[in-house]
């Protein structure tokens, strides 16, 4: 009938929540570009830093940005900066090798993404001062339903990662500080 | 018009486990156990559910727990129709303020009553205990109107 | 406490209460900030201190209020801070913060977004993890069992009750930034069925999103920069005992204390915006601070007609210092809670 | 309108472990407060208000837990606040009740910070609940190694910080790990979690909490021991992610220190300051700190760890108490660095008291690097005066 004798001294809760948020305009027009197979961004109309993806204002100079602003970005670039996860095994992680998440600055216009996917390059190969290009999934294949309105630099389901150009790589010691 | 925004849909869940502390741990013991237990507070009251220290003077008690109902009355009472998936039960239910015999505070819990006309303050409720206990605050899965028996 | 430097009220500016806002929480609070600031008649980098109010299980997001720093304009950086709170506390935060003397100006801001999740089943984690949160028990329901301690002790009627949700909605038609205003029928609302028996739908706030932005200043500050600040003369905040079953609901002995500490009852209240976000603790209220039949009860419509979690009761800040700035009255009391039931409160008085 | 001075005459913490299985949350964050109060030798009802301040809720999945704690903390009646800056938490919510005294709003003033990490899982936490996180110690990965890269900081250094404090650790009691046979090879041949940064170069997750009693002068003449005088406070935030941004020494950070510096009287930090605790959850950042709070010159912070300036034994002690890297109850951990360099201008830091200390240092940083809490502790009001 009941479960032991022996005192009670824990208590498990099971929390699950749900939330339903509306995509906010700026996440919108960035999800059907990615899936026209397009990255976008904004670029200041004060300050001229780019925004990817974009965020509707710049932070910098507190000014709101719009869709006059968009600038098509380029799905080439270089790697800033990378790190080397091996995973905890928490509630809900699906990983479990180690795998590399990496920065890359854009070429021009430029912007810069983080908490990006290598492809076709082994986890201890990654380096910073690597040139890459995006591996846009199929346009039948593109499904953007992942990236919400907090994805930050996401481009899940429409890019599939970023794989060496075969270009000389730049010099590390001079990515490393110019961009972040 | 809203409706054809495209929304993004998150969940998030976790399985959290908690210690208890010498207080809740003989409290939940005896549910499990098939006893509501309070505790004294400085100047004497009963408190059930018991609480760690003191709610009025923040001063320590005494860990030792004394029991209490298992009958009470309803102190007051919210009628609820339509549960959510947090709630105790799936079916229309009250939420009551339950003074338990034996106690001077009230403890929060369902009562299944069947219609909200057989609600009433004042009126006597009884524990209607799980067949498995595990030691928890829903091992009373509600009470009910002591007229129905438990 | 008699020597309290005098703090004014600059600036002040809100976001419409949503349903269901489209723009996330820093997008739809970037230009409600920017509004405060231009109001005030100030410069953005002259902010001296920085205070904000939110919380993460309303969006279901760890860390959310960093991304609202995004809106205040923090680089280069700036003095801050953050409680997980109503932004009436980030006020009171702020408030403490311009005594010293080193800073003149400071902002204040609240957000939060209820629509993606589901209140009923966040605010239950807001109860004592033991023997509440698994019971599932919901604000609507604690409040239904305060109602009815209060009907039963005939405290209050259900006539009552439809009268304050008809006479806030009415308020409401000219506050532009309400959610649910017009006019309302007593008897009609009364043939409504309960949600939550003794509640019915209009008892009961509505579920909003929105923002609202304060700007304080030192009183050498205010007079150089503002026409007519408002004084904060008085403000306080008080917490009470958590489980519902220990205190007497129809009561608030906290409010009752932090409305004393205020100075609420040392002169003539012509009105107050209270966060009643149920119609029967409006009436609480109005008991434990002393506010008699003379005094203007939520002219903007209050909590029952837009109910933005972690703004409203800085909302109550911003509107207490309209009704002052823009329609000449003298002495406002404004409220903020926070908990189930009216737990924590705090309360202020505003003047002229 | 004058400030009054603000000292710290209560502290207490519990004893940090992976999981405190003996208490619940409320009595975790009870424990450190009721030794507070032991130490300053006062009872609840003593106490004007209450400041607690703690990491994000779902660490715990109790939201706002100020208000089911408001028994544990002795507070109906009282005025109580909740905090929550991210990592630097701890450290901006004794500055909140900081500011509580020093504009006389009340006389005796209870701050409380805790994390009972073992409830659920912070890592689960960070990733928002979602699969793939990086942990904390993967967004600070890159700009470690990027901090290496321009300072040319030789890869021993952090196996230094990481022995130097569990070596600490051993002389404080309250701290969770104990490694006794913590070794430079030890922490070497860890395993690698986020390159650069092993196992053990890495903080641990702790439950635990750290109360302290704040007074104004009246106050602290009647407390029975000496008290620690804050000289100083400080809080800057800034954005943590825009193009051209410089994560490895953030300007907040910067800006924070001379502020800090300057209200103290502060000319010379490496000099002036006794103690410092720093917050340091990976090894990497003592010396990412010393530089980023121009304690040491840009490229010089790595030098002091190697030669042991940062010694209980050096010229500038860092974290004599452990620091986080032997303790980390997230929202605890900046008041603890803050309650540990009151310790130390005490008197009262028992085997890591380092000797004669009359000022200390405080720290705590979060977010992206973007948040900063800082104080000055000094055995007297002069103290920093005493030191030019």
């Known amino acids: 009938m009941t479960k032991g004798t022996e005192p009670v001294e824990g208590m498990d809760y099971f929390m699950q929540l749900e939330y339903h948020e509306l995509l906010c305009p700026v996440v919108r027009r960035y999800a059907e570009a990615l899936r026209a197979g397009k990255l976008i961004g904004h670029r200041c109309p004060k300050c001229g830093l780019v925004y990817a993806p974009p965020r509707g204002y710049c932070p910098i100079d507190v000014i709101e940005t719009t869709d006059a602003d968009e600038v098509q970005l ?97 010099p590390a010691d001079q990515i490393m500080q110019a961009a972040f | 018009m809203a409706d054809e925004i495209p929304t993004t849909t998150h969940t998030i869940e976790f399985p959290y486990t908690r210690t208890l502390g010498p207080v809740f741990s003989a409290f939940l ?54 549960p959510t998936r947090k709630h105790p039960l799936h079916h229309p239910f009250a939420f009551a303020l339950i003074k338990l015999d034996g106690a001077d505070t009230a403890l929060l819990h369902a009562v299944d009553a069947g219609t909200i006309n057989a609600m009433e303050t004042g009126m006597r409720v009884t524990p209607r205990w799980k067949d498995e206990r595990i030691g928890h605050i829903t091992d009373v899965e509600a009470f009910v109107p002591e007229a129905l028996g438990a | 406490m008699g020597t309290v430097p005098e703090i004014a009220i600059i ?38 201190f920085t205070c904000a109010g939110s919380c993460d299980y309303l969006s279901g997001q760890t860390f959310a209020f960093v991304m609202n720093l995004e809106a205040v304009g923090a680089w280069p950086p700036i003095s801050e801070s953050h409680v997980e709170m109503d932004g009436a506390w980030a006020l009171y935060e702020a408030w403490v913060r311009l005594q010293h003397g080193d800073v003149d100006t400071a902002l204040a801001f609240g957000s939060g977004k209820s629509s993606p999740g589901t209140p009923a089943e966040i605010y239950p984690l807001q109860m004592d993890p033991y023997t509440l949160t698994p019971l599932g028990i919901d604000p609507v329901s604690i409040a239904a069992l305060q109602a009815r301690a209060m009907l039963d002790r005939n405290l209050i009627t259900e006539h009552e009750m439809a009268a304050i949700a008809a006479r806030s909605r009415a308020a409401a038609k000219g506050n532009p930034y309400a959610q649910v205003s017009g006019d309302f029928d007593v008897d009609a609302l009364l043939a409504e069925p309960y949600v939550t028996a003794p509640l019915r ?74 966060s009643a976000s149920f119609t029967h603790q409006e009436k609480i209220l109005r008991n434990e601070l002393g506010l008699g039949d003379d005094v203007e009860i939520n002219p903007s419509g209050g909590a029952l007609a837009a109910n933005p979690m972690m703004a409203v009761g800085l909302s109550r800040f911003a509107e207490a210092a309209r009704q002052i700035a823009e329609h000449g009255k003298h002495r406002v009391v404004a409220h903020a809670t926070s908990g189930q039931a009216l737990q924590q409160n705090l309360v202020a008085v505003l003047e002229a | ?35 507070a109060l032991d130490d300053a030798a006062l009872t609840w009802t003593d106490i004007d208000a209450v400041v607690l301040g703690k990491a994000p809720d779902p660490f715990e999945g109790v939201m706002m837990p100020e208000l089911s704690m408001a028994d544990a903390l002795g507070a109906n009646g009282k005025p109580i606040m909740r905090v929550h800056t991210a990592g630097s938490v701890g450290g901006s919510t004794a500055i909140v009740a900081t500011h509580l005294i020093e504009t006389g709003r009340h006389d005796r003033v209870l701050t409380v910070a805790y994390e009972k990490q073992a409830e659920g899982n912070a890592q689960w936490g960070l990733a928002g609940g979602r699969s793939g996180g990086m942990g904390a110690g993967g967004i600070f990965a890159p700009w470690m190694r990027s901090y290496i890269a321009k300072s040319g900081a030789p890869e021993h250094v952090g196996w230094q910080v990481a022995v130097k404090d569990r070596q600490n650790a051993l002389k404080n009691p309250y701290a969770h790990l104990q490694l006794k046979d913590i070794s430079i090879e030890k922490v070497k041949e860890s395993p690698m979690l986020w390159e650069p940064v092993h196992f053990l170069e890495s ?186």
């Open chain 1, 74 to 170: 380029a799905d080439r670039g270089v790697v800033t900066n990378y790190t080397v996860v091996t995973p905890v095994q928490y509630y809900g992680q699906e990983e479990t090798e180690p795998f590399a998440k990496v920065s890359i600055q854009l070429d021009d216009p430029g912007g810069a993404l983080s908490l990006q996917d290598v492809l076709e390059v082994p986890v201890d190969q990654v380096r910073v001062g690597m040139r890459v290009e995006a591996v846009w999934a199929p346009p039948k294949e593109r499904d953007t339903g992942e990236i919400g309105n907090r994805s930050f630099g996401s481009a899940a389901g429409a890019i599939r990662g970023w794989r060496p150009t075969g270009e000389p790589d730049l």
């Open chain 2, 29 to 82: 013991t005896g549910m499990r156990d098939g006893r509501i237990l309070g505790i004294a507070s400085r100047d004497g009251k009963i408190l059930c559910p018991p609480t760690e220290w003191d709610p009025w003077t923040g001063d320590a008690l005494e860990p030792t727990l004394t029991e209490v109902g298992p009958g009470g009355t309803v102190e007051t009472w919210a009628w609820v129709e339509t």
């Open chain 3, 11 to 48: 600036g002040y500016a809100q976001s419409p209460s949503w349903r269901r806002a489209e723009l996330t929480e820093p997008q739809f609070l970037f230009p409600v900030i920017s509004d405060a600031i231009e109001r005030a008649g100030i410069e953005r980098r002259d902010i001296g």
């Open chain 3, 201 to 274: 739908k209009h008892d009961l706030p509505p579920i909003s999103d929105g923002a609202t932005a304060v700007v304080l200043a030192t009183a050498a500050k205010a007079k150089e920069v503002c026409e007519h600040p408002v004084w904060i003369r008085g403000i306080d905040h008080r917490i009470e005992i958590h489980q519902p079953g220990m205190r007497d609901l129809t009561e608030s002995p906290s409010t009752r204390l932090a409305g004393e500490h205020a100075g609420v009852g040392e002169g003539k209240v012509d009105a107050a915006e209270l």
């Open chain 4, 1 to 35: 309108m004058t400030t009054q001075p603000c000292a710290v005459v209560g502290i207490g913490q519990t004893k940090h472990k992976k999981r405190r299985d003996d208490v619940s949350l409320p009595g975790l964050v009870r424990e450190a407060a009721q030794r």
């Open chain 4, 203 to 388: 903080c641990p997750s702790s439950d635990g909490a750290c109360a302290m009693v704040l007074t104004n002068e009246d106050g602290a003449k009647r407390a029975p021991k000496a008290p620690a005088w804050v000289l100083a406070t400080a809080m800057r935030s800034e954005l943590g992610t825009f193009p051209g941004r410089d994560p490895v020494r953030p300007q907040a950070g910067v800006e924070c220190a001379h502020m800090l510096y300057d209200a103290a009287g502060i000319t010379n930090p490496r000099e002036q300051i006794d103690v410092a605790e720093i917050y340091v959850p990976f090894s990497w950042y003592e010396p990412m700190w010393l530089e980023g709070h121009d304690i040491a010159a840009p490229g010089e912070g790595w030098k002091m760890t190697d030669t042991g300036a940062t010694e209980i034994s050096g010229d500038f002690p860092v974290n004599a108490s452990g620091g986080v890297l032997s303790s980390n109850p997230i929202g605890a951990s900046g008041m603890l660095r803050f309650a540990e360099a009151a310790l130390q201008v005490r008197g009262e830091a028992g085997e890591h008291q380092v000797e004669g200390a009359t000022v200390g240092m405080g720290h705590a940083y979060g977010g992206a690097a973007q948040y900063f809490a800082m104080w000055i502790v000094g055995s007297t009001l002069d103290a920093v005066a005493n030191k030019i």
